[in-house]
């Protein structure tokens, strides 16, 4: 069993920067794909941006240029780096996993982009 925990959500100006980290209960070890999706109101979860276990990026179009995800196996954290904020990236961001044992989901937690 692994828990998600996310941190760093928050209110931020258009333009703005701001960085979202999850950390995980216990190392994860073999092949996996860890990152973030997100949910505006009114709109279907989409992946944000997600890495695996040799590295690979992949980002939504609406971010690519803008986000950055990246993880610390020491730490057994990924972080989604954000900058150019825009209104419409306001959403709730969950963390998540994949690993042979199953899917993982974060609690999640809201990002608001307004001036």
């Known amino acids: 069993q692994v828990q998600l925990v996310e941190y760093g959500g928050g209110l931020v100006q258009p333009g703005g920067s701001l960085r979202l980290s999850c950390a995980a209960s216990?190392?994860?070890?073999?092949?996996?794909?860890m990152g973030w999706y997100r949910q505006a109101p009114g709109k279907q979860r989409e992946a944000a941006a997600t890495i695996t276990s040799l590295g690979r990026t992949n980002y939504a179009d609406s971010v690519k240029g803008r986000f950055t995800v990246s993880r610390d196996m020491l730490k057994n954290t990924v972080d989604l780096q954000m900058n150019s904020l825009k209104p419409e990236d306001t959403a709730v961001y969950y963390c998540?996993?994949?690993?042979?044992?199953?899917?993982?989901w974060g609690q999640g937690t809201q990002v608001t982009v307004s001036s």
């Open positions: 998540y996993l994949l690993v042979g044992a199953g899917n993982y």
């Open positions: 216990r190392s994860i070890s073999g092949s996996y794909i």
